[in-house]
Nanobody, 119 residues
């Protein structure tokens, strides 16, 4: 059974940092393209989750314009884990962050971890 489990969310002050982790199990992690998505309170219910950052099997990364230069995605295939390092956090980064693994046109999702940026 393929599973992706996020961790590392929490409450942080504006300007602070957090590191999210997503651990994979039940599959060969290195075969997947991985991504972090988020869904915040400003998004209408049912609206698609926003892609925050992605990393291919070969390690090529891409970022949403809103997080470029502040967030860094990385993966450790030996640990079956993808990370999202978030710096200079802003209140508008508040959201539930979801880990996504994609392979052969099939998407797998974690259950999400809440990040709240507030003073």
């Amino acid at each position: 059974q393929v599973q992706f489990v996020e961790s590392g969310g929490g409450l942080v002050q504006p300007g602070g940092s957090l590191r999210l982790s997503c651990a994979a199990s039940g599959t060969i992690f290195s075969f997947y393209s991985m991504g972090w998505y988020r869904q915040g309170y400003r998004q209408a219910p049912g609206k698609q989750r926003e892609l925050v950052a992605g990393i291919t099997r070969g390690g090529i990364t891409n970022y949403a314009d809103s997080v470029e230069g502040r967030f860094t995605i990385s993966r450790d295939n030996a640990e079956n884990t993808v990370y999202l390092e978030m710096n200079s956090l802003k209140p508008e980064d508040t959201a539930v962050y979801y880990c996504n693994g994609a392979i052969n046109g099939v998407d797998y999702w974690g259950k999400g971890t809440l990040v709240t940026v507030s003073s």
